[in-house]
């Protein structure tokens, strides 16, 4: 007999700063855990909000979480590329975690039992300045692989890719401290 634990669920609604929905921003699960010998967020899952704000996360072992809400929608429509002429700062919504804070080391756990579902979870988005973060890898003949950008004390390692000539570029970067690093890939 093999005997299957229920698992649980949070869902709620992101919204921006005056209250309304936003559709299509990603909501990010995480457990606290150890790589690289830093304690950091690990990622356990992510949803998008659905046209009326809402989102579901599902699948969730019983144990403490943190969510936090990304507007990734510029990134993946260009909008976050690089306008010629201009290194100022765009303006946008910033990483904001549960419960509507922009530091990770505040966001609020959210505890999980075995087949619990936890309803309501408000995240508002807190819009700011975003910045982009460019640089070239020296000696990177042959490199394959990227580079991290993650944020000192507790957070999500955003990835960059290293271009054949070296350089590479993290775009929407919300204030902060920040340990950059390569991420090696292949043999």
Not at 31 to 53: E, H, I, P
Not at 101 to 116: E, H, K, N, R, Y
Not at 163 to 185: A, C, E, K, L, M
Request: aromatic share 8%; net charge neutral; proline share 7%.
């Amino acid at each position: 007999v093999l005997t299957l634990t229920p698992q649980g669920i949070i869902s709620g609604k992101v919204e921006d700063e005056d209250g309304d929905p936003l559709a299509g921003v990603e909501v990010v699960v995480y457990r606290m855990g150890y790589q690289g010998g830093q304690r950091q967020f690990l990622r356990s899952g992510n949803t998008n909000s659905s046209a009326d704000g809402s989102f579901m996360a599902g699948l969730l072992a019983p144990g403490r979480y943190y969510l936090s809400a990304s507007d990734n929608r510029s990134v993946t429509m260009g909008a976050g590329a690089e306008r010629p002429g201009t290194k100022a700062p765009q303006n946008g919504y910033l990483t904001t975690y549960y419960p509507n804070v922009l530091d990770p080391s505040s966001a609020t756990p959210i505890d999980i039992g075995t087949g619990t579902e936890v309803h309501g979870i408000e995240l508002r988005l807190v819009k700011g300045r975003l910045f982009r973060i460019r640089g070239r890898l020296t000696g990177s003949e042959g490199f394959s692989g990227g580079m991290l950008l993650t944020p000192t004390y507790q957070g999500v390692a955003q990835p960059a890719p290293v271009q054949r000539d070296g350089w590479f570029t993290f775009q929407n970067v919300s204030p902060g401290d920040y340990t950059i690093r390569s991420n090696r890939g292949g043999p």
